[in-house]
Nanobody, 124 residues
Framework: QVQLVESGGGLVQAGGSLRLSCANS????????MAWFRQAPGKEREFVAA????????YYADSVKGRFTISRDKAKNTVYLQMNSLKPEDTAAYYC?????????????????WGQGTQVTVSS
């Protein structure tokens, strides 16, 4: 059973940092790839970052490269998104997701399970 619960969102000034967490509260130990997506009001959900099941490879959207870091703690069944140098355009609801396939980490259609989301608001 996979039940993803995100936390760590909030209000931060531009240039600040936040760390998002996504834990699986279900019994299943997640060994598949996981990712973060975000969706701003009036916009489509977009890919942010992904990490493979082993944690050996990571992928990032160009808009967050060099500022965001995705990582996972297998023992805690948790994935993290460290967000630094935040910008107002990073404001969105952030969702974590689990994929059962490694064919394409960048598209939301690849992901089977989703969390409810956590809001990140960056003020200018």
């Amino acid at each position: 059973q996979v039940q993803l619960v995100e936390s760590g969102g909030g209000l931060v000034q531009a240039g600040g940092s936040l760390r998002l967490s996504c834990a699986n509260s279900g019994r299943t130990f997640i060994t598949y790839g996981m990712a973060w997506f975000r969706q701003a009001p009036g916009k489509e959900r977009e890919f942010v970052a992904a990490i493979t099941g082993s944690g050996s490879s990571t992928y990032y959207a160009d808009s967050v490269k060099g500022r965001f870091t995705i990582s996972r703690d297998k023992a805690k069944n948790t994935v993290y998104l460290q967000m630094n140098s935040l910008k107002p355009e990073d404001t969105a609801a952030y969702y974590c997701a689990v994929t059962l396939s490694s064919s394409n980490y960048y598209t939301s259609a690849s992901y089977r399970y989703w969390g409810q989301g956590t809001q990140v608001t960056v003020s200018s």
